[in-house]
Nanobody, 114 residues
Framework: QVQLVESGGGLVQAGGSLRLSCAASRSAFVISVMGWYRQAPGKQRELVATVTSGGRTNYADSVKGRFTISRDNTKRTVYLQMDGLKTEDTAVYYC????????WGQGTQVTVSS
């Protein structure tokens, strides 16, 4: 299993930007997929974006064109650049990493005010 520590959440006005970071405890070269999910109050956890070890990305339709996921394997870190934030992006954002099992971070709150 991989320990993951997220940072970068906070409060921002609609239209603003935030950058989330997630540092992994193990070499990122052994992690096949890293990504972000989010969970809003009263809703199920949903996929936001993922990136493979080869750099292939996948995004939820709701964030395409606004969010950008990237990973730096030398720093064992995955990033989520969030631009054009909307109030509906408010949620707890969770980092995830897939090796032989799927690991989760503790979550970081993102709140977008109108």
């Amino acid at each position: 299993q991989v320990q993951l520590v997220e940072s970068g959440g906070g409060l921002v006005q609609a239209g603003g930007s935030l950058r989330l970071s997630c540092a992994a405890s193990r070499s990122a070269f052994v992690i096949s997929v890293m990504g972000w999910y989010r969970q809003a109050p009263g809703k199920q956890r949903e996929l936001v974006a993922t990136v493979t070890s080869g750099g292939r990305t996948n995004y939820a339709d709701s964030v395409k064109g606004r969010f950008t996921i990237s990973r730096d394997n030398t720093k064992r870190t995955v990033y989520l650049q969030m631009d054009g934030l909307k109030t509906e992006d408010t949620a707890v954002y969770y980092c995830t990493a897939v090796t032989r099992v799927q690991s989760w971070g503790q979550g970081t709150q993102v709140t977008v005010s109108s």
